[in-house]
């Protein structure tokens, strides 16, 4: 069965992955540090201001934060573009020309893999904060912000996923992809909810935001799931991100086979 043959990608990609695991969770470890200096930050601020801000108060920033940790762990790719573009300076992509082996499905099988073993391995350390912040923790009370900000979480991870493989493969004519990708990844912080809630820009900047896929690699589930994209709203955000998945996905396949094609040509 086709299916079958991802499947054991999977698998395969548990096994390798899981050999990184004390990595990880250093990684995890140390990349909560910045949440301190956010904790200190937004206390400020908001003692400063002696009230909210956009519909937020200090508590519901910390939790703001706390799910941009846990859902960032949960979409994000790790080292993906660096791995796909080695494939292809290296000469490795050889060997999926002769097997009836899609490499867009064999890389995103890798990639969900990576995720699983990422987030098992950090679970415990992102629990506990969740836990030292428990006060701040407000579930939503419509059913529907659980499911939606689940299909939406899907499509980010999904969203994050095409746009690394599409800056991987800028590896078929340009030798050195790392300047491209700190330029994606500035542009992705900053407009994808990473650095603040992108709700508290002026409507007229969010306006623009919303038509960006960056809205959408993060910021887009949580607020779902804070029950700040509710109705029309959540509805018109939705069919924007999945048609960003869509889009995206063409992007990838185009790049693939206009890259593909260079490489024959140059005698790869």
Same mark, same amino acid.
């Given at each position: 069965?086709?299916? @079958?043959?991802?499947?054991?990608?999977?698998?395969?990609?548990?096994?390798?992955?899981?050999?990184?695991?004390?990595?990880?969770?250093?990684?995890?470890?140390?990349?909560?540090?910045?949440?301190?200096?956010?904790?200190?930050?937004?206390?400020?601020?908001?003692?400063?201001?002696?009230?909210?801000?956009?519909?937020?108060?200090?508590?519901?920033?910390?939790?703001?934060?706390?799910?941009?940790?846990?859902?960032?762990?949960?979409?994000?790719?790790?080292?993906?573009?660096?791995? &796909?573009?080695?494939? $292809?300076?290296?000469?490795? $992509?050889?060997?999926?020309?002769?097997?009836?082996?899609?490499?867009?499905?064999?890389?995103?099988?890798?990639?969900?893999?990576?995720?699983?073993?990422?987030?098992?391995?950090?679970?415990?350390?992102?629990?506990?904060?969740?836990?030292?912040?428990?006060?701040?923790?407000?579930?939503?009370?419509?059913?529907?912000?659980?499911?939606?900000?689940?299909?939406?979480?899907?499509?980010?991870?999904? $969203?994050?996923?095409?746009?690394?493989?599409? &800056?991987?493969?800028?590896?078929?004519?340009?030798?050195?992809?790392?300047?491209?990708?700190?330029?994606?990844?500035?542009?992705?912080?900053?407009?994808?909810?990473?650095?603040?809630?992108?709700?508290?820009?002026?409507?007229?900047?969010? @306006?623009?935001?919303?038509?960006?896929?960056?809205?959408?690699?993060?910021?887009?589930? &949580?607020?779902?799931?804070?029950?700040?994209?509710?109705? @029309?709203?959540?509805?018109?955000?939705?069919? $924007?991100?999945?048609?960003?998945?869509?889009?995206?996905?063409?992007?990838?396949?185009?790049?693939?086979?206009?890259?593909?094609?260079?490489?024959?040509?140059?005698?790869?």
């Amino acid at each position: 069965m086709e299916a @079958a043959k991802y499947v054991s990608v999977f698998k395969l990609g548990l096994q390798n992955t899981f050999v990184y695991r004390w990595n990880y969770l250093l990684r995890a470890v140390f990349g909560l540090i910045p949440l301190a200096g956010t904790v200190f930050l937004w206390r400020a601020v908001f003692d400063e201001r002696g009230g909210g801000l956009q519909g937020y108060d200090y508590g519901s920033m910390i939790y703001y934060y706390l799910l941009t940790i846990l859902v960032s762990n949960l979409v994000t790719p790790t080292e993906d573009e660096w791995q &796909i573009a080695s494939d $292809i300076r290296e000469g490795q $992509i050889n060997s999926f020309l002769t097997k009836p082996l899609n490499y867009l499905g064999y890389r995103f099988s890798l990639f969900l893999s990576g995720r699983l073993v990422y987030t098992l391995v950090t679970i415990i350390p992102i629990g506990l904060i969740f836990f030292y912040f428990r006060s701040f923790i407000t579930l939503p009370a419509n059913p529907e912000a659980y499911v939606f900000s689940f299909i939406s979480l899907l499509m980010a991870a999904m $969203i994050q996923f095409f746009i690394t493989y599409s &800056i991987a493969l800028l590896a078929f004519w340009i030798l050195e992809i790392s300047t491209i990708v700190f330029i994606v990844y500035s542009f992705e912080y900053f407009l994808g909810g990473q650095m603040f809630p992108v709700d508290i820009m002026p409507a007229g900047v969010q @306006a623009v935001m919303k038509w960006l896929p960056f809205y959408y690699e993060l910021f887009c589930p &949580i607020a779902i799931f804070l029950e700040r994209l509710q109705g @029309a709203a959540m509805y018109e955000a939705l069919a $924007i991100q999945t048609g960003w998945v869509l889009a995206l996905w063409g992007v990838a396949h185009l790049m693939w086979k206009r890259g593909l094609g260079h490489y024959q040509a140059v005698g790869g």
